[in-house]
Nanobody, 115 residues
Framework: QVHLVESGGCLVQPGGSLRLSCVAS????????MDWYRQAPGNERELVAGINSLGFINYANSVKGRFTISGDNAKKTVYLQMNSLKPEDTAVYYC?????????WGQGTQVTVSS
């Protein structure tokens, strides 16, 4: 069993920055793979950024150059640094991990970008 807890979401002005955190606990053999998804009202959940089991990183085109995913194995935490935020980044952000053939999700953290 894997438990994921996100934090760091809040209201921020356009152009601002936020750092989201996802702490993993439970049967964690390796922090990676780990992904960040987001879901805006009326939209499907979409992949934002991910680190695969080999440590390779990928980003959605919409966030390339603005968002950075990173991990701290000692803290069992994955971060999503978000810069130059836009109103269209407003969504609930979820941490996701696939482990032993199962998908695990956190409860989500709300990010609202508005003036």
């Amino acid at each position: 069993q894997v438990h994921l807890v996100e934090s760091g979401g809040c209201l921020v002005q356009p152009g601002g920055s936020l750092r989201l955190s996802c702490v993993a606990s439970g049967s964690i053999f390796s922090l990676h793979p780990m992904d960040w998804y987001r879901q805006a009202p009326g939209n499907e959940r979409e992949l934002v950024a991910g680190i695969n089991s080999l440590g390779f990183i990928n980003y959605a085109n919409s966030v390339k150059g603005r968002f950075t995913i990173s991990g701290d194995n000692a803290k069992k935490t994955v971060y999503l640094q978000m810069n130059s935020l836009k109103p269209e980044d407003t969504a609930v952000y979820y941490c996701h991990k696939r482990s032993a053939g199962r998908d695990y999700w956190g409860q989500g953290t709300q990010v609202t970008v508005s003036s």
